[in-house]
């Protein structure tokens, strides 16, 4: 038997994985959703209007349905994971994301990213450091976010073909800045 099988019931719930609340995200918005669980791994956001970032989750600010919308994410070291970006669908404003140090960032997360319509238009800023789980195929997927003006890649050693890597995505986002600190 299966250790989870002999837990009870309400352990079983707290153990099972956090599926992405479809209803919580139509009945708050997309950014108080999304906020949520970002904030709940560990994660910090920044709204537009407001300097300060905000990482407390029983702190999050209360308003009008749109009041707040996410204009930064800071996932250093936080436990964000593939599972979760379907709270990022509906952000309209994110402009700067940075994943630091987040040991659940693969490919499939970049890959995901990339798909995100509403970041492929909104997002200019995007930093990957010491996520060793990303490789050339994720850095590859980003070609799609057609806005992006910044790319800075770091500590990553599952790319391994950086070089021809950066190559073809500076040819698909031939505006974009690409800084690297990869040795």
Same mark, same amino acid.
């Given at each position: 038997?299966?250790?989870?099988?002999? !837990?009870?019931?309400?352990?079983?719930?707290?153990?099972?994985?956090?599926?992405?609340?479809?209803?919580? /995200?139509?009945?708050?918005?997309?950014?108080?959703?999304?906020?949520?669980?970002?904030?709940?791994?560990?994660?910090?956001?920044?709204? %537009?209007?407001?300097?300060?970032? %905000?990482?407390?989750y029983n702190g999050l600010p209360?308003?009008?349905?749109?009041?707040?919308?996410? %204009?930064?994410?800071? !996932?250093?070291?936080?436990? /964000?994971?593939?599972?979760?970006?379907?709270?990022?669908?509906?952000?309209?404003?994110?402009?700067?994301?940075?994943?630091?140090?987040?040991?659940?960032?693969?490919?499939?997360?970049?890959?995901?990213?990339?798909?995100?319509?509403?970041? %492929?238009?909104?997002?200019?800023?995007?930093?990957?450091?010491?996520?060793?789980?990303?490789?050339?195929?994720?850095?590859?997927?980003?070609?799609?976010?057609?806005?992006?003006?910044?790319?800075?890649?770091?500590?990553?050693?599952?790319?391994?073909?950086?070089?021809?890597?950066?190559?073809?995505?500076?040819?698909?986002?031939?505006?974009?800045?690409?800084?690297?600190?990869?040795?």
């Amino acid at each position: 038997m299966h250790e989870t099988e002999r !837990a009870s019931p309400l352990v079983r719930k707290m153990i099972k994985p956090k599926r992405v609340d479809h209803e919580r /995200i139509r009945d708050f918005g997309p950014d108080r959703a999304a906020s949520e669980w970002l904030l709940r791994c560990g994660a910090k956001v920044r709204y %537009q209007g407001f300097e300060k970032w %905000q990482q407390d989750y029983n702190g999050l600010p209360t308003g009008p349905l749109g009041k707040y919308k996410i %204009q930064a994410i800071d !996932a250093t070291e936080s436990c /964000i994971m593939h599972r979760g970006f379907d709270y990022l669908d509906g952000l309209e404003h994110v402009e700067e994301i940075k994943f630091c140090k987040c040991i659940y960032i693969e490919d499939s997360c970049l890959e995901r990213l990339s798909k995100i319509e509403n970041l %492929q238009k909104s997002l200019l800023r995007l930093e990957i450091i010491s996520c060793g789980n990303v490789t050339d195929r994720g850095v590859l997927s980003l070609n799609t976010l057609g806005s992006l003006q910044y790319l800075f890649l770091s500590d990553l050693p599952g790319l391994k073909e950086k070089d021809s890597t950066v190559q073809s995505l500076k040819r698909a986002l031939p505006s974009m800045e690409v800084e690297l600190d990869l040795e």
